[in-house]
């Protein structure tokens, strides 16, 4: 037709239409040919269907425009005009809203690329599957500790070990595990950690995997090279003096003993020296089993026989042993349960050993101390988390930073007279009772132990 403009289309259309029509109509009055007649009727017929196609176009371009976008396809582009008509106009709009979907797909697509780029290439093992166990990531971390090319299912796993699986299972959103797996005949540890996820209503489980089979082992060596370091100086303590007395006894009798002399005169000043060794090397001798005995009641330790106690009632024993150490030393004491009905599952005997020996060292500390005032909390309550704190707090001089972070260690004091063990027996009593102790001290300030239980621990 070569009408650009809609409007002037349809006019045109209807005109033409309208025209044939009269004629149609005029030769039925004038009793035309029949032939001539249907002719015109199939013109009329034509021209009805070709205008009713051409108001459809617009709506056909509409809804070919939607399917577009409903099936992702942005590759189809609509003809452009120079004039300013209404069917113009719409391929300008249905261009611009195709040319905006193709930027932000291209701007998804470089955003998932640089995403999976940074997981694919972080340290860390990364997989991500849904309820079904169908596996939508997994990067090359996570495929070099667990000695895979590819994954469909975690079920894939059990070839490596059941209880990795059972544990990417089993973990909700924040939990973590410690897997031990064999490959090629060495031991990894895992450490892995789950969040839990949901995406369009359908959940999705991330785990991550990180093999501390290194740190693990420097942390043992290091934990028995200070062991080692402990043991050879206080065994050497005692056997150096012991060694070096045993062998002046051996020179002195040895000459006693090749003088020629039948019965030998031994000054006082000689049996002072011979009995002031023997009691040395006695003295020694005992300090070295002492210091043995210490170091096999670290591996004596039993699993704590749980019961309900009350918090005030342990309290309460403790603080009646040591109350005449207290006075003695002018330590006014602060002490208080909330609630009083305060109760806990704990190994009785094992925890009045751990709060005896916290609350000595806190007399020790203020009795080394030259304050006027020597104070000492002792408080029991319930934390945030649900669980039950026992702080003890003095204000004696307090514990060098360096001191700190040795104290835990078996054998180590700063005591002149100390043994070591206190701490390190206190802190594996604690662990047995799945709890923990924390210390924190600032010097001329003072020093607070804290001991934290669950609320609640199994007495089976």
Known sequence: MGFRNVKSNIIFRVVILSATVFLFTHLIYNDAIVFTMLVVFLLIIIQISMLISYLDKSNREVVGFLESIKYDDFSHTYPQFSDNSSLSLLYKEFNNVITKFREIRADKEAQYNYLKTIVQHVGIGIITFDNAG???????????????KTIKNIRQLNNLSTQLVESFKALKTGGRDLIKIEKDGFDS???????????????????????????????EMEAWQNLIRVLTHEIMNSVTPISSLAATVETELNHQLHNDMDVNHITNDEVEDLYLAAKTIHRRSESLIKFVSDFRNMTRITLPKIAQVSVRDCLDHVI??????????????????IPEDLVFCIDIEQIEQ????????????????????????????TSENGGILIDIIDNGSGIEEDAMKKIFIPFFTTKKNGSGIGLS????????????????????????????????????
């Open 320 to 337: 009646q042993l040591l109350k005449f150490e207290m006075e003695k030393e002018g330590i006014v004491l602060k002490y208080e349960v």
């Open 134 to 148: 169908e596996v939508q990531i997994i990067n090359n971390a996570a495929k070099r500790l667990l000695d895979l």
């Open 425 to 460: 027996l206190s802190k594996q009593i604690m662990r047995n009772h799945k709890g923990s102790i924390n210390v924190n001290s600032k010097l001329n300030v003072g020093t607070e132990f804290s001991l934290r239980f669950p609320l609640r621990l199994s007495t089976s």
């Open 189 to 219: 540890q895992l450490a892995v950690y789950a969040i839990e996820l949901t995406m369009l209503d359908k959940g999705f489980k991330l785990i991550s995997l990180q093999n501390i089979q290194s740190e693990l082992e420097e942390k």
């Open 354 to 381: 751990v709060l005896i020996n916290l609350v000595k060292n806190a007399i020790q500390a203020l009795a080394a101390d030259e304050k006027t005032e020597k104070l000492l909390a002792i408080s029991a309550h």
